[in-house]
């Protein structure tokens, strides 16, 4: 779907659109601080935390893990943040799903540019390689 790229942001987009943060997904690169670096694309609801200190950093084998910077995120995908999908990663990059992305009966995710989306149902996702489904890759926000 369209959407105005000045609405991209998962908040802004969900006010301005009529969607749930629950049923919005946010696609985030993800950086293991090793040489070499390693990345994963995680894609986890909005209305919880990516557990990047102690999941993710297990999952990479690595002493310090963070978020990619939006350079790096846009070397790497060749998107900006904002719009960043699963959909057209590069082949050898792992994408992590949070379990609870899948009991969602539709989901909105970035559509690739600031100024698209994808809405359907989570199992677009499992049609992808590379898909691991990881339960505890991210935390509810707390109130």
């Known amino acids: ?51 990047v200190n102690k999941t993710v950093r297990k999952r990479f084998g690595t002493r310090k893990a963070s978020f990619a910077p939006g350079e790096e995120t846009e070397a790497i995908t060749g998107m900006t943040i904002g ?12 994408i992590w799903v949070d379990a609870a992305v899948m009991t969602r009966e539709r989901i909105v995710l970035g559509g690739g540019s ?5 809405v359907g149902a989570p199992s677009i996702l499992t049609a992808l390689p590379h898909v691991e489904i990881v339960e505890g890759l991210a935390k509810p926000i707390p109130s």
């Open 1 to 51: 779907m369209a959407c105005d790229p000045d609405l991209a942001d998962t908040a802004e987009f969900c006010e301005a659109y009529g969607f749930a943060a629950e049923d919005s997904a946010n696609t985030i690169l993800v950086v293991g601080k090793s040489d070499p670096r390693v990345y994963a694309a995680c894609v986890v609801l909005a209305n919880t935390r990516l557990d």
């Open 83 to 94: 719009g960043v999908t699963p959909f057209g990663l590069p082949d050898d990059l792992p």
């Open 114 to 118: 600031r100024d698209r989306k994808v």
